[in-house]
Structure formats: structure tokens, C-alpha cells
């Protein structure tokens, strides 16, 4: 079966990671095509065996964008069409796909909340994302939610019939992140954040919080990535007189190794994340996680039992519930962190592939 699934830009990404993992996973055929020219996502592809084809297409000229697509799609024979991004040409080469070749499988993703893939506070042209993105799901033969909170949103927000709707979670790739036992009688706690600096992320709140906390001579926060947010978060750093306790570490490829130095893993999403790979990573390498009670965060984490949950945007429980970690026995801590581990065996990139590999097969009734 020769299934190709289509990428917008060509920058390395939570989405495109995934994407990678299943190609080198998958019992079908599988050609990553990116329409833009952009990155270098299709070199590392490409070092991992990967087939990947770069189109270098048209941001503006829409027709000539879909036109290569199609023309793709008729030299590969393909049997099934996935979209991953929410972008409108991903869409729009969607529904004009199934119009051409009827006989395709065409599966659009949702990897956010409907109103983030819709852009809701954006309000020009907020009709037109609707409206493409509402008719592309609908007209799609099924669709992949990443979590309960992800379709839920689907049914409240763009009115998807829920019988197309599948939840499939992302995966992580557990043995690039295996279980390290930490030293938990350490005097100093070593907080870390992996992802991209924006302000949807939370890691302002996290901040505000190790302003807050009893001590914060205890903690230690490192922060890898980097992002449009960047400066603002350096700058309230300094504001908040917590520059001695937070490190800004860039871009880092070396995410799991910076995981196993690391005894709490902080996630404080302002939006409702549609899912959290860097929380299964995270958990499966033995971090604490402290996440918001948000999105998709409560299926990842059961509060207590795996990890915590507190209230979105709530830096004060956030550093009421970092004091009560300090507080805890070496014995508590490891007893979370294992049970983390075992949590994220459920979302492991085995799973994940054999899903969407099913899914990918199921015959669509005409």
C-alpha cells in the first residue's frame, strides 16, 4: 500500500519527528512530500531512509501548488492521503484529491484544538479557515483527533460527523528516552522545558513561579529551545530577579540526554494542548511532571498518582506544588517517577504506528 503523507514547511518539528518515526516504522510504502522549499527536514528524512520529495511549490499560487500534488499523487499510484498540517493548501490538495481520485483514502489530522487550527483570535479571514478547514474534514474519509480533548473540540467547534473521527496519540519513540534513576536526596531540584518558546507554551508561568517558591536557591530551571518568545521570557527572567536559578539553552538535539539530568519536567500550556509529546518523553525517561490541568494534560497524567496537575496560568499553585516536592522523600519521588515511566508505555511510537497503519487499510465504503 503507497501512502504519502503531506508536510507544509520543511522545518524540523514535533509533527515532522513523528512523521520520520512512522516512515522508518510502517509496513506500507510510505513518501513524505513537503510542499515548500524551506528547512532541512527532508535531509535528515533522507539520512534515515526515508523517501521524502520536496516540491518547492508556490506559497501564493495555489493551483499550480495543488496541480504538483495531484500530479504526484498520479505517478505514486497512491492509495492513501494524509494531511498532518492544518494549513489550508494541505486541505485544499485534501478535498481536490478525493474529487480526482475517488478510489483514495484521505485521512486529515488534527494535531491542535479546533480553535487553534482554525486561528480563532485571528479574526481576518477567520470565515475562510473556517470554512476550509470545517468542509476538508468533513469531505475527508476519516479523521484523526491526537486526543479526547482534540475531538471534542472537532464536534463542538467545526461540527465533525463523530463516526469519522478516530483518536490516535502521538508516540514517542521510548527507547531514545529510557527510565534513569535520579539522586532524589540531592539539595537542589533540576527543573527542565523542552519545546518551542511562545507565549502559548506557559514557560512565563513557570517563571513567575520560582519567583514565588519558598526558596528558590533549591531549584534549578533549564530551558531548551527557542522560538519568537525567547527574548521576552530572558527579559522577564531578569525582571523577576530568578536569573540565577534559569538557563536559557538554545536549540538542543541532545533533548534526551538534557531529560536525564533532569528530575521535573514543568509544562504550563496557556492553551489546551492537543496532546504533549515532550511530556511522554519526558515521562519515560523518568522525569516528575508538572503540567496544567489543561487540553489533553489530564489524559496524559493522573494527578498524584503518575505526576501533577494545577490550574492553568496558576504560577501559585505551581509554586506551592514545586515547595511540596522539596519536601518529599527520596522514596515519594522515585515512586512517581516510576509510575510515570509505566504511563508512558501507553504511548509508546509502536502503538501509534500500528494505529494509524489499521486506520490507513480500513476500506472506505463508497
Not at 32 to 57: F, K, Q, S, Y
Amino acid at each position: 500500500m503507497k501512502v504519502i503523507t503531506l508536510l507544509t514547511a520543511g522545518h524540523i518539528g514535533g509533527i515532522e519527528t513523528l512523521c520520520m518515526d512512522y516512515a522508518v516504522h510502517s509496513r506500507h510504502d510510505n513518501l513524505m512530500l513537503i510542499l515548500w522549499g524551506d528547512g532541512h527536514v527532508d535531509e535528515l528524512m533522507i539520512e534515515r531512509g526515508i523517501r521524502v520529495m520536496n516540491l518547492h511549490a508556490s506559497r501564493r499560487n495555489v493551483p499550480e501548488t495543488v496541480k504538483k500534488v495531484m500530479q504526484v499523487i498520479r505517478d505514486e499510484k497512491a492509495d492513501v492521503l494524509i494531511a498532518q498540517h492544518e494549513a489550508a493548501m494541505s486541505h485544499l490538495c485534501l478535498m481536490r484529491a478525493k474529487k480526482l481520485f475517488p478510489r483514495i483514502h484521505t485521512i486529515a489530522y488534527a494535531q491542535l484544538n479546533a480553535v487553534d487550527m482554525i486561528r480563532a483570535d485571528e479574526k481576518r479571514r477567520l470565515w475562510l479557515r473556517k470554512a476550509v478547514l470545517g468542509t476538508s474534514l468533513k469531505k475527508a474519509d476519516d479523521v484523526v483527533a491526537i486526543s479526547q480533548s482534540v475531538k471534542r473540540s472537532l464536534l463542538d467547534v467545526l461540527d465533525v460527523p463523530e463516526e469519522k473521527i478516530s483518536i490516535i496519540y502521538n508516540g514517542t519513540d521510548l527507547a531514545v528516552f529510557p527510565y534513569v534513576t535520579r539522586d532524589h536526596a540531592s539539595d537542589v531540584l533540576e527543573l527542565i522545558y523542552t519545546g518551542r518558546l511562545i507565549p502559548e507554551k506557559g514557560v512565563q508561568i513557570t517563571l513567575k513561579a520560582l519567583s514565588e517558591v519558598s526558596d528558590r536557591l533549591r531549584f534549578h530551571f533549564r530551558i531548551a529551545g527557542d522560538g519568537p518568545y525567547a527574548e521576552e521570557l530572558k527579559r522577564l527572567t531578569d525582571e523577576l530577579g530568578v536569573s540565577d536559578v534559569v538557563e536559557f539553552l538554545g536549540s538542543r538535539s541532545d533533548v534526551p540526554e538534557l531529560l536525564k539530568m533532569a528530575d521535573v519536567f514543568v509544562h504550563m500550556p496557556v492553551w489546551a494542548e492537543g496532546f504533549g509529546i515532550s511530556v511522554t518523553e519526558a515521562m519515560s525517561s523518568g522525569c516528575m511532571c508538572i503540567c496544567a490541568n489543561n487540553g489533553a494534560m489530564p489524559e496524559l497524567i493522573t494527578d498524584g498518582r503518575d505526576g501533577y496537575l494545577v490550574g492553568r496560568e496558576d504560577h501559585a499553585a505551581l509554586a506551592r506544588r514545586l515547595d511540596a516536592i522539596c519536601l518529599m522523600s527520596a522514596e515519594e519521588k522515585e515512586a512517581i517517577a516510576l509510575a510515570a515511566h509505566e504511563r508512558a508505555k501507553e504511548f509508546s511510537i509502536e502503538r501509534f504506528v500500528r494505529d494509524l497503519d489499521d486506520l490507513a487499510e480500513r476500506v472506505v465504503v463508497k
